[in-house]
Nanobody
Framework: QVQLVESGGGLVQAGGSLRLSCAAS????????????LGWFRQAPGKEREIVAA????????YYTKSVEGRVTIFKDNAKNTIKLQMNSLKPEDTAVYYC??????????????????WGQGTQVTVSS
């Protein structure tokens, strides 16, 4: 079973940047980010978890939710077995716990939350105004 661990969250002022990382470990983890759909999600207090960005395991095709388009980039570092989420021009409404996740049923682009079956524990991002 693959395990995921996020890092890189923290407190930042509005307009600032953060880079989140998600590392995989466990059985076949060295192949995780090359063969499965990958995504970053977030959940703010009192709100449902939502997708932020996704990237295909089999390619670099990516998806971004409208509220982050142009400010966020998702990319893979296969050599380091990590996926990153570069977030720029952060806004207070970006404040949430951010999770990375894997869809083990699909090597392509997965944009639906319910398709994802392995989740990290989350990392807190707080953007102050």
């Amino acid at each position: 079973q693959v395990q995921l661990v996020e890092s890189g969250g923290g407190l930042v002022q509005a307009g600032g940047s953060l880079r989140l990382s998600c590392a995989a470990s466990g059985k076949q983890s060295e192949r995780t980010f090359a063969i499965y759909g990958l995504g970053w999600f977030r959940q703010a207090p009192g709100k449902e978890r939502e997708i932020v960005a996704a990237i295909a395991g089999s390619s670099d095709s990516a998806y971004y939710t409208k509220s982050v388009e142009g400010r966020v980039t998702i990319f893979k570092d296969n050599a380091k077995n990590t996926i990153k989420l570069q977030m720029n021009s952060l806004k207070p409404e970006d404040t949430a716990v951010y999770y990375c996740a894997v869809d083990q049923s699909n090597a392509g682009l997965s944009t639906t939350l319910s398709w994802y079956d392995v989740w990290g524990q989350g990392t807190q991002v707080t953007v102050s105004s």
